[in-house]
């Protein structure tokens, strides 16, 4: 257990934007277990969910994000030791490194109070959600006992080694895989596109997509497309990963309506995994929801269960 004294205070800027993103690497490193977000998921918040507010230069959600850390001394400067923040409106979610959980009941409690105070009106019903994966008792007794109730199953987190043989990489005629190229114009509009058509939104443009680049994390040679025999892009998906764990997330994955059915996602992850394991990756994860076709695909690419995450929610 974390023996310095701990303090809370507010989200501040880029620096602890990088700090947040180096505790999830490390916590995982120490742990072994998601209990926390993946780096993907960080990302992804920041450069995809608030992408518009990101171009602009505001970052509204700032605000609604909380910090504890260490109290630097004349030896040791502080250390970020967990983080509370949204995803979106009516949700939080914590982020903790493995020696300090026992924070979480102040850190709960925080977002209790935070969640309130952004009420629009005082009879209005304003329920408070988190998802937590189905091994986490000790956080599942503490959401219980602070009113909290399991709501069900959410959706899965999803693993496989790489170790052994991997799928070989199999596309219809016509069709082939790549990375997208960064700095290419077009490539930037058919991700648009893409992205689009395969999630049923109009978000996403040329400079949205751009805006994913701004990530540390983000590689160029993990961002990979499937381009159709026309020159459009069928399918996509956005690898990211770590050297010190020696793991990469796919986040997100997806495919054109016009070209399901014909395995283009199968074989592109099948590459990804090949330039995972390339890079000195020995395991790969992917989170996904209940729905039944996504979990075939990813099962028939070889991953398998590595936890189930259920819905908690308590109704102020």
Partial sequence: M??????????????????????????FAISGHVHNWWIDRWEVF????????????????????????????????AKLVGAVHPEDGGDFFIQIRPAYRHLENE?????????QQSRPQENTRWPLSTYLHEHDVARAEILYQRGFRNMGLAGYTRWRLLGGPLSEVKLPEGYSVRNARAHDQ?????????????????????????ALHRSQTYREDLDLVVEAPDGSFASYCVIWFSKMNRMGWFEPVGTHPDHRRLGLAK??????????????????????????????????????????????????
């Fill in 46 to 77: 920041r450069y995809s969910g608030h992408v518009l507010e990101e171009l602009g230069g505001s970052r509204s959600w700032e605000k609604d994000v909380r910090l504890w850390e260490t109290k630097a001394d004349a030896e040791t400067p």
């Fill in 2 to 27: 974390g023996t310095k004294e701990v303090w809370s205070r507010p989200y501040s800027g880029e620096e602890d934007f990088a700090r947040v993103r180096d505790l999830l690497v490390e916590s």
């Fill in 107 to 115: 850190m709960i409690e925080w977002a209790e109070q935070h969640h």
């Fill in 267 to 316: 074989g592109m992850m099948a590459e990804g995994l090949r330039r995972i394991r390339a890079l000195g990756g020995t395991k790969a994860f992917v989170g996904v929801g209940t729905g039944e076709a996504a979990n075939r695909l990813y099962e028939s690419v070889g991953f398998t269960n590595f936890c189930r995450d259920f819905l908690w929610q308590k109704a102020f």
């Fill in 186 to 210: 077009q490539d930037l509009i058919r991700r648009a596109a893409v992205a689009n058509a395969s999630f049923g939104h109009s978000r996403h443009n040329a400079d949205t997509i751009r």
